[in-house]
């Protein structure tokens, strides 16, 4: 799941969706580091972005870091 961020933000609203069934309010955070085709690991997700509060959406999203240069 690391290397798909729409899944991390779907499980993030899962977790904030139980929370709230039973009446509580969190914040979800992912810290997710990746690798693609043998290029350094790097960070994918802004740690500091409350992915409970993110909203599904096409384009680009202001808490995904861009790839690395090579």
């Given at each position: 799941m690391t290397?798909?961020?729409d899944l991390i933000l779907?499980?993030?609203?899962?977790?904030?969706?139980?929370h709230a069934a039973h009446g509580r309010q969190v914040t979800v955070r992912a810290?997710?580091?990746?690798s693609v085709n043998g290029?350094?690991?790097h960070r994918l997700i802004d740690p500091e972005v409350d992915l409970a509060s993110e909203h599904h959406r096409i384009g680009a999203k202001s808490w995904l870091f861009p790839p690395p240069d090579r």
């Open positions: 290397t798909q961020p779907a499980t993030a609203h899962i977790i904030r969706d139980h810290e997710a580091i990746v290029r350094a690991s």
